[in-house]
């Protein structure tokens, strides 16, 4: 029944498209990869191109090209370089699902170009419905989330929002600090915060759930994806990350999805649906575990939480500001150039930055991105450590 | 959209029925209630009937119609006494949906008929697939089962059994011994007993969650309601009773059901089915419990469990054995003649009853198990306190 099943897999080495394609491993029937796409990992890539056999790869560092071919040893596969080749790709008729895990603002224009062309898009890239949520929730009929999260709602609602839904519930582990005092919170170093205690990912977003930005930024995306008001996202705490998310029913009925914490299980989910496949992991024994905690949001450790309703109340362009004063803040907090807690100040600044009113494209999407960037940088030099 | 729900409830002055009514009462202008049956308590029958105005009201004791009559100010409402009058009613057309909660081999029968007449039946009435399952299970797309266990799995799979599903894994509060040592079982008393931690019932069912014996009747519901495999059957104990159930997919995911133990929810979801209607109950919120624990079940000292796996290996009039015995030894012990422990040694000595092999016909099955409970009878004189 999968025959069908030509996949595109942008950011094929890094954490989700490892997994994608572990999965794509225990299902090898099932799936033909089409291309693979990377930006600058050419070892990976070449082990995945000799792999997988796709028609095409992509290496965003064109410097690194020459070692790609040089490591490939399966020579059908046609190496590209030039981003519009990519799109052409996109929007040919040689696939038909988009796995996108490739993160930042070229993803979202990928992203876009496959919905567009009519695609299946297994959807990884936060800043897809973050930054352009408006124009991707048109497309959500097509979309697949992969977010643990996202995907729990997923199984259990599709992408149905109906009348009796009282709310969804996203989980979060709190992160490493979800237990550290607040008073301690100026010491937090990178190295601390780079410290995950379920979830192994990239470090952006590693930061991201240490200062539960990422759940900002998911109360967003469920706000797109799922066509919900914003006062029907709530957030628990559940620091064990068995439980990935619930959907509250005004019955007093709820219903969830819960796993090993292992990517593997929302991205074969994704692949598969409507059926499930081999995910490649077992089923989650709950006595093995004894059991589960769950407490409410500390809004005065993590005021992000905050941020995403007051984004959503605002325009479409509040998102778009939260999200490039995050990245922002994070990558110069990762650079040790601003303190933990001056992520929380830049983003909360970055509500002031005066908005475009109109904005209907994913370029002036991205023009508009570029412009509040520039604001953006001008407030973290406030902020900068001597 | 609920203007054809035509209720007959069977037991609705028992818990089951008077949650049933309390759900009617919030979704009144959605079901019409034809007719209501009690076995004696005329009080409670009587308030009902003037409340809800129901076309028939079958009270089983007829030394008590009189009094009942006295009591109805609602005197459209036809009273009858016999069970012949009630059968016609049952395989009538003035109703489409029966709450069958009327516990015993007579609430079998009645539940039958309802089947056989081709209507929806919302099944509490544990006997019907315990004594009778290769019967009622060819009827099983008519039935959606009202026991917070099989509801929770009935919300998340319906009545289908899909090739996707590992197991299926009822939740057990464990009882009031669930950390009880078993060196200290012998000295259980009914006041003991009687002490459930988290649902209000009936002393039978009570009892029966003390012994596990509930757990034991379940698996074999499950089994012929779902029409899984005996292996597919877990129990895992969850002493919160707040997952009511799991579904354990192949892939590695599952989904439960949760909410307050209140036995509204699962009602109003059979009631409302496929549409969720008000409970009367709120969502339950898992910050305000912090944690929910699980454990495996000690079978040293529960070895109820294993009785269904037992039975269910054997013939299905192993099953029908196991329920008489276990009706009876809790009889026995409500009534102070045999031990707590005993109850599980009369069960096991019951597996050794000689079975029939020919039985086809509800008749066949009430017959046979007037025979058995002869048998067992002869068994527990033996487990008698002096």
């Not at 697949?144 to 609602?157: L, T």
Request: charged content about 20%; overall charge negative; glycine content about 4%.
């Amino acid at each position: 029944m999968f025959n069908d099943n030509k996949l595109i897999i942008l950011g094929s080495t890094g954490s989700i498209g490892k997994s994608t394609l572990e999965v794509i491993k225990h299902n090898k029937d099932s799936f033909e990869v089409i291309c693979l796409t990377a930006d600058s990992s050419s070892v990976a890539l070449a082990e995945q191109i000799n792999l997988f056999k796709p028609k095409y790869a992509y290496l965003n560092n064109f410097l690194l090209i020459d070692d790609l071919k040089s490591r490939i040893t399966h020579n059908q596969t046609i190496v590209i370089t030039d981003i519009n080749q990519l799109h052409d790709i996109l929007k040919s008729d040689i696939y038909n699902t988009l796995v996108s895990a490739m993160s930042g603002s070229t993803g979202l224009l990928l992203t876009f170009l496959a919905l567009q062309s009519n695609k299946k898009v297994l959807l990884a890239n936060k800043e897809s419905l973050v930054m352009a949520g408006d124009l991707f929730s048109k497309y959500r009929k097509q979309i697949i989330p992969i977010d643990s999260e996202h995907n729990a709602i997923f199984q259990v609602i599709g992408n149905l929002n109906c009348e009796e839904i009282s709310k969804i519930t996203l989980t979060a582990s709190g992160g490493p600090f979800r237990a550290y005092p607040r008073s301690k919170f100026e010491q937090i170093t990178v190295e601390m915060a780079l410290k995950h205690p379920n979830w192994s990912m990239g470090r952006k977003i590693t930061i991201d759930s240490a200062t539960m930005m990422n759940k900002c930024l998911e109360i967003i995306e469920a706000y797109y994806l799922f066509n919900l008001k914003s006062d029907q996202i709530d957030v628990l705490v559940h620091p064990e990350s068995i439980i990935h998310s619930i959907v509250n029913y005004k019955d007093g009925s709820s219903l969830c999805q819960f796993s090993e914490p292992n990517m593997q299980i929302p991205i074969s989910y994704a692949l598969g649906y409507p059926n499930r496949i081999n995910s490649g992991v077992g089923s989650f024994d709950l006595s093995s575990i004894e059991n589960l905690n769950f407490s409410k949001v500390d809004h005065d450790k993590f005021p992000s939480i905050n941020y995403a309703y007051k984004a959503l109340d605002g325009s479409g362009n509040s998102c778009l500001v939260i999200n490039a004063a995050n990245e922002l803040a994070v990558n110069a907090f990762l650079e040790r150039q601003i303190s933990f807690l001056s992520i929380f100040s830049i983003i909360e600044d970055s509500f002031s930055i005066t908005l475009n009113s109109m904005i209907t494209s994913i370029e002036e999407i991205l023009d508009a991105d570029i412009m509040y960037r520039q604001k953006i940088n001008q407030i973290i030099i406030k902020y900068l450590i001597n």
